[in-house]
Antibody, heavy 119, light 110 residues
Framework: QVQVVQSGAELKKPGASVKVSCTAS????????IHWVRQAPGQGLEWMAI????????KSAQKFQGRITMTSNTFTNTVYMELSSLTPADTAVYFC????????????WGQGNLVTVSS | QSALTQPASVSGSPGQSITISCTGT?????????VSWYQHHPGKAPKLMIY???SRPSGVSYRFSGSKSGNTASLTIYGLQAEDEANYYC??????????FGSGTKVTVL
């Protein structure tokens, strides 16, 4: 059974960084891309970035460039997304999402984890 | 990249059909046939309903249908059921090798 399991909720102060993880099981980890999508309270979905777990490709939306870092560990089937210089506007549920390479759609979503940025 | 434009809300009675539009530009919706639709019940993970404009994944009801004309894609739900009440988002690949979501539509079953 395909599963994408994310790390737990986080509470961070403005200016800090957060590192969230996404562990895959039930499929060949390196054969799928992973995206990060977030949803702020009362808002819609927002695409953030993509990573090829082999590390060959990463790309992010322009608004996150310079403060988002994605890494992967193929031994633990885990992808990490670190977002720095947090502000309250980064308060959101962050979803880890799977894509079959080059299909351009998201076929499996993690449960999401809430990141709250507050002083 | 601005969000694709969707109506904030659409409603219908059980058994009726509704259509949700998703308007983008020639750099996203109009550029590729890579438009997908997601159903999102709050507190749960979104679910893929339509991909590549009009294809349905295995397990998704035939009542869901997608189409596209120019820079506007559409999702039609036929025979509306209570379980269809949710938020729906379109998504498109873009010419900048990124992705963009729609603003979201709340579907209410009256």
């Amino acid at each position: 059974q395909v599963q994408v399991v994310q790390s737990g909720a986080e509470l961070k102060k403005p200016g800090a960084s957060v590192k969230v993880s996404c562990t895959a099981s039930g499929y060949s980890f390196t054969n799928y891309y992973i995206h990060w999508v977030r949803q702020a309270p009362g808002q819609g979905l927002e695409w953030m970035a993509i990573i090829d777990p082999t590390g060959a490709v990463t790309k992010s939306a322009q608004k996150f460039q310079g403060r988002i870092t994605m890494t992967s560990n193929t031994f633990t089937n885990t992808v990490y997304m670190e977002l720095s210089s947090l502000t309250p506007a980064d308060t959101a549920v962050y979803f880890c999402v799977r894509e079959v390479p080059h299909t351009r759609y998201f076929d499996s979503w993690g449960q999401g984890n809430l990141v709250t940025v507050s002083s | 990249q601005s969000a694709l434009t969707q109506p904030a809300s659409v409603s219908g009675s059980p058994g009726q059909s509704i259509t949700i539009s998703c308007t983008g530009t020639s750099s996203d919706v109009g550029a590729f046939n890579h438009v997908s639709w997601y159903q999102h019940h709050p507190g749960k993970a979104p679910k893929l309903m339509i991909y590549d404009v009009s294809s349905r994944p295995s397990g998704v009801s035939y009542r869901f249908s997608g189409s596209k004309s120019g820079n506007t894609a559409s999702l039609t739900i036929y025979g509306l059921q209570a379980e269809d009440e949710a938020n729906y988002y379109c998504s498109s690949y873009t010419t900048r090798y990124t992705y963009v979501f729609g603003s979201g539509t709340k579907v209410t079953v009256l």
